[in-house]
């Protein structure tokens, strides 16, 4: 069973990227589900995070407002629509599922994961 993230790239500041997340095996995308981000030398960054009926979003501080996590669970897919995108987003994001959502910020009590896509933007 894979989580499998895509939509990465290389854009200026101020473009937008649309991010996916598919699974193959069991259909997890009804699940809880994160975006986490990884930049170089630095830890992992909680980023957003969709409850599965997709009625609760939350974000990290750092992407609030620029950022839109959705899915189409008929599609089992989720979504990390980033606009405005500026130099300091440049990372290796994720995609992950959570089964207990009390700790959706904190990545090791994520229980699956995706392979990640980079995302660079250039100022």
């Known amino acids: 069973v894979q989580l499998q993230a895509c939509g990465g790239g290389l854009v200026q500041a101020g473009d937008c990227l649309r991010l996916?997340?598919?699974?193959?095996?069991?259909?997890?995308?009804?699940?809880?589900t994160g975006w986490f981000r990884q930049a170089s030398g630095k830890e992992r960054e909680f980023v957003s995070y969709?409850?599965?009926?997709?009625?609760?979003?939350q974000y990290g501080d750092s992407v609030k407002g620029r950022f839109t996590i959705s899915r189409d669970n008929a599609k089992n897919a989720v979504y990390l629509q980033m606009n405005s995108l500026k130099p300091e987003d440049t990372a290796v994001y994720y995609c992950?599922?959570?089964?207990?959502?009390?700790?959706?910020?904190?990545?090791?009590?994520?229980?699956?994961w995706g392979q990640g896509t980079q995302v660079t933007v250039s100022s």
């Open positions: 969709i409850s599965r009926s997709g009625l609760v979003t």
């Open positions: 996916s997340c598919a699974s193959s095996g069991r259909s997890f995308l009804s699940d809880p």
């Open positions: 992950a599922v959570i089964l207990n959502t009390i700790y959706y910020r904190e990545y090791e009590k994520y229980d699956y």
